[in-house]
């Protein structure tokens, strides 16, 4: 398994309030808000929590019991950041999102809370695996305005599930099968805010490595504004047949 992480504090914030977190077959993204510094706590402590929660599985782990544990472990993290918060003023309703990935063996698992995205690209072509938990997702869903609306909808920041906010929250947790030569990104809208999906697969299919792609990922999204925080982490879990 090959992977590689970048994470830049962008041209416009004072602090970077982005965390990332990749651990053996574990690997997340979290985007945090909130007050001074208390989105940094939040995503610093959700991904914390999660690590510790999820636990080193067994090599031979029955997929329904993974995905089990990724549900456990964002609860974890929920509660976490949701006690913070409530411990002291300055973190009242900080939050983050979560966009987590766990590679085992031959099978990808997916959890999402927010606006983070999980991105696979599979012989050239790129797909979004994980639907943002916005304002304007759920305005496309009920058929009120379309992706290119979307992309310059006033309200396109305002998320609807995040880690932290409420006492409970709920994950999407999925199950993919993987293929040699897959690489998955994981990033915060740092990224995916400023890049259309054609872009991020014409970098990622032109670089000579994932060190390169990675770096010219950021170097477009600062390019293209830079105005947020941007966190990605790419991962290529096995390499393609032949090589």
Known sequence: MKYVTRSDIGKLREINEDSWLADGRLFAVADGMGGHNAGEIASALALETFAAAFGPPPEETPGEAVADALVAAVGAANDAVHAAAARKRAYAGMGTTLTAAYIDGDELFLAQVGDSRAYLLRDGHLTQWTVDHTLVQEMIA??????????????????????????????????????????????????????????????????????????????????????????????????????
Not at 165 to 175: E, N
Not at 196 to 206: K, L, M, Q, T
Not at 207 to 215: E, F, H, K, T
Not at 217 to 234: F, H, K, R, S, Y
């Open 142 to 243: 009920r058929g009120e305005i379309d992706e290119e609306l979307a992309r310059i909808h006033p309200l396109k920041h305002v998320i609807t599930r995040a880690l932290g906010t409420y006492p409970t929250v709920t994950a999407d947790v999925s199950r993919w099968p993987g293929k040699p030569g897959d690489i998955i990104l994981l990033c915060s809208d740092g990224l995916s805010a400023k890049l259309e999906p054609d872009v991020i697969r014409d970098i990622i299919n032109n670089a000579a490595n994932l060190d390169d792609a990675a770096d010219n990922l950021v170097q477009a999204a600062l390019d293209a504004g830079g105005e947020d925080n941007i966190t990605l982490i790419l991962i290529e879990p096995r390499e393609p047949a032949g090589d």
